[in-house]
Every structure is written in structure tokens, then in C-alpha cells.
DNA sequence: TATTGTTATACTCTATAACTATA
DNA sequence: TATAGTTATAGAGTATAACAATA
């Protein structure tokens, strides 16, 4: 089990690096969606970080041109952060070798596939799911 | 799925910090096995990081009262680093609130914890079913 | 000559405190 | 007066390089 946890976490930081992203922005980076900009105090609170590390962790977004700050409409004190064309594009490339199924789950059988489907759905429902 | 995986590790990083250690020493905890020194050598590959902080770690460690180094009983190069009967206690407990089931897991039916438990095990084989 | 482990040191990431500007 | 964000700074954790002891 603790080999599994901590490939995990290897894993994750390779593709990170990859990008050269740390672990923290590259999460940054997975929060944010497209065409939805998001305050540093949202960020902060959904990171569960201190503000001043959001505003570093944007930092580094910023200097790869993933990320842009941008001033709120209403609040002049906020500063939203959106997702540039090419921190959309790096952010679904992300995406997708993070969630990529492993050798052993492609393996499985179409009807473990539907099975494990059916009972991981009850651990944990997708927004659409909860009342 | 972010929101699963950061989760998780705010809850690793909770659990350790219960016990006075950071991650990386709660890992290295868990990977020795009572009964079973290990060279510091060792550590650094299986953790993959660098030398100096298995140093850095092993430190910890002994500082808690957890594990203590031992020499090698042929290569006087070697150190070894050996669980003490705290730290065999503490890796119990520890390796207990780690993988307790969550919530969810044990409100599954029998019926679909038996099936999980058949399709999962396809996933990760344990040493014994392994050629 | 190569390897094990430590020390000295620097770098990365994160948090705390003080500050500016808005509300 | 309270909040959003930044800056300055300190701390934890990790790596690199140089070193001593041993193989």
C-alpha cells in the first residue's frame, strides 16, 4: 500500500516536472477552468494555503504564460486568475496523463470495468449525483 | 478527482503531524519493517531522494525515540537503522488511521466489498499470488 | 578506486507579519 | 474597521558538493 501512495506521488511529480511545474502549481493549474477566472482569496481557500503562496504559486504560472492575473469588474481590490490559450491547452495535456487508466485497470474486463464503475460511483458521487 | 487527491494528502499530512513527524519521516517509518534493519543506502533508493537526507530523516527519527542506527555486521562502512520498540509501536498506530477504511468504503454491502475487493486485487496482486 | 554516510551549504516551497489599496 | 493582495522574512525540507572512513 505505501509503495502505491508513494508512486502516486512520484508519478505526479514527473509530470509535473515535465512542465516545468512543481507539484503545488501544477494543481494551481488543474483548479482553474477555462473562461472562469478565480480570486487569489478562492484560491487560497481552496488550496488550503496561506495568501501569500497563492500570489507565488501564480507567480510561476505567470512566468510560464499559463496563467494571467486580471482585474475584477466590480472590486477593485481583487485580482482574478485566468487561464491563458496556452495554460488551457498545457492544462487539459495535464489532465489527461494524470487520469490516464493504467496498464492493470485497461486490462480489466469490460464487466469489471462496469462493476468497479457501478461501486466506486457510491464512494464518491459526482456533483451531478448529490442531491 | 483533484479534490480525492489533495484531500488525501491534507489527511496524510494530519496523521503524521499527530505524531510529531513530517511526511517524508512518516513514510520512512512505515517503510522499515520491525525485525528488519536497513541500510541507510537502502532508504535513499527506496525513497528515491538523495543520501544526505536519509541523513536528515534518520535524524528525526531517532530524535522521537522511533528508530536508532546500528552498525553492519560485516561492512563497517554501512549503517544500519532499526525500528525500537516505540517505533514499532508507532508505525502500528500509525499504519491503523492510514488505511482505515473511510466512511464510505464500510457502507458499502457485503455483496460489493467482496466484489471490490475480487476486481482490485487484479489491479494490485500482493506478494503472495505474484510468480 | 569505488562506495557509505556525514557535513556544509544553497535552493525550493510554505507560512507569518507588516504593509498598501481598496471596501 | 475589515478584506484582498503583495512584500519581506523565516522556517522546513530537499539536493549538491566536498569530505572521512572503509571496501
Known sequence: MTELFLSRKHQVMEIAAAHGLNPGAMNALLFLQPGEPC???????????????????????????????????TDRRVRTVALTRKGTKTRAQIESKLFEAPASVRDLSEHDLETLDRILRKLAPSPETLS
Open 39 to 73: 480570486s487569489m482569496r478562492t484560491l487560497a481557500d481552496a488550496w488550503k494555503c496561506d495568501a501569500s503562496n497563492v500570489t507565488w504559486l501564480v507567480d510561476r504560472l505567470e512566468e510560464h504564460g499559463l496563467a494571467e492575473r486580471r482585474p475584477h469588474p
